[in-house]
């Protein structure tokens, strides 16, 4: 007695596809967690940015005061400038450090768009073991066609939508990067003006009092050292590039 066939299909096509959707979820899962330390870490080195930023503006807004009250005493112009010399330069460290996040981040999206990419072969490869197996499968029911039929649908809309938001988290990463390069860019000329104002203060001569104090020798020499440190970290910032930052002024 000739027994009739049995199509099990329907389970390997529903047992494929629940593998497919626990993959999926943990793919996004992963890309998440990847998004929240991306945005936790972007955020605090740009917070730090601000405050470098804020306290070069200051140290602006205290010399210009100083300079007015120690008009005729260049000596303790010079005292005060070599004080704001230096932190000056522990406030360019503290901007430039907070650079560094960047590259770090950059890493990250690196292994995110690798495990973007990884995630279209994968489904591939599942969707060919599918076609495989139901190449020996009984002719499937109407009610079974429709279903594969729907499925098939949805599958080909996901790529689109992938697509278009994907487009718009690189603008927007472009967008932001171009910001902070123009910050960066503020930054540098800000920080590279106040320098020179320091340095005019600091060579200023005190024509009344000849005998220099040793210890405002020393107190000059540091504050030298430390305007070269800024002009030092300051030139290493990254440059803006300017087409790239007119391109995207309209987004």
Same mark, same amino acid.
């Given at each position: 007695?000739? %027994?009739?066939?049995?199509?099990?299909?329907?389970?390997?096509?529903?047992?494929?596809?629940?593998?497919?959707?626990?993959? /999926?979820?943990? %793919?996004?899962?992963?890309?998440?967690?990847?998004?929240?330390? $991306?945005?936790?870490?972007?955020?605090?080195?740009?917070?730090?940015?601000?405050?470098?930023?804020?306290?070069?503006?200051? %140290?602006? @807004?205290? %010399?210009?005061?100083?300079?007015?009250?120690?008009?005729?005493?260049?000596?303790?112009?010079?005292?005060?400038?070599?004080?704001?010399?230096?932190?000056?330069?522990?406030?360019?460290?503290?901007?430039?450090?907070?650079?560094?996040?960047? #590259?770090?981040?950059?890493? #990250?999206? /690196?292994?995110?768009?690798? /495990?973007?990419?990884?995630?279209?072969?994968?489904?591939?490869?599942?969707?060919?073991?599918?076609?495989?197996?139901?190449?020996?499968?009984?002719?499937?029911?109407?009610?079974?066609?429709?279903?594969?039929? #729907?499925?098939?649908?949805?599958?080909?809309?996901?790529?689109?939508?992938?697509?278009?938001? /994907?487009?718009?988290?690189?603008?927007? $990463?472009?967008?932001?990067?171009?910001?902070?390069?123009?910050?960066?860019?503020?930054?540098?000329?800000?920080?590279?003006?106040?320098?020179?104002?320091?340095?005019? @203060?600091?060579?200023? =001569?005190?024509? $009344?009092?000849?005998?220099?104090?040793?210890?405002?020798?020393?107190? =000059?020499?540091?504050?030298?050292?430390?305007?070269?440190?800024?002009?030092?970290? #300051?030139?290493?910032?990254?440059?803006?590039?300017?087409?790239?930052?007119?391109?995207?002024?309209?987004?």
């Amino acid at each position: 007695m000739k %027994l009739p066939a049995t199509s099990t299909g329907a389970p390997a096509n529903a047992a494929s596809s629940k593998q497919e959707e626990m993959a /999926a979820r943990k %793919l996004q899962q992963a890309k998440d967690a990847v998004a929240t330390l $991306k945005t936790i870490k972007t955020k605090t080195s740009d917070d730090q940015k601000a405050r470098a930023a804020q306290k070069v503006q200051e %140290l602006k @807004a205290r %010399l210009q005061a100083l300079k007015m009250i120690y008009a005729g005493d260049p000596k303790k112009l010079a005292r005060a400038a070599a004080q704001i010399a230096r932190e000056l330069a522990a406030a360019v460290k503290s901007y430039t450090s907070a650079g560094g996040s960047r #590259v770090e981040l950059g890493g #990250v999206e /690196a292994g995110d768009a690798s /495990a973007s990419a990884a995630a279209p072969a994968g489904d591939a490869k599942a969707e060919g073991a599918g076609a495989g197996a139901g190449a020996g499968e009984a002719t499937p029911t109407a009610e079974t066609a429709e279903k594969d039929k #729907v499925a098939a649908e949805g599958d080909a809309s996901q790529p689109e939508a992938a697509s278009s938001a /994907a487009t718009k988290q690189a603008d927007e $990463k472009r967008a932001a990067d171009a910001a902070r390069a123009n910050a960066d860019d503020d930054f540098r000329n800000e920080a590279r003006a106040l320098a020179r104002e320091l340095k005019a @203060a600091l060579r200023r =001569k005190d024509h $009344k009092h000849r005998d220099e104090d040793p210890r405002d020798g020393s107190d =000059k020499r540091s504050a030298e050292q430390a305007l070269a440190a800024v002009e030092q970290a #300051v030139g290493a910032l990254p440059m803006a590039d300017v087409a790239a930052v007119g391109a995207l002024a309209g987004i």
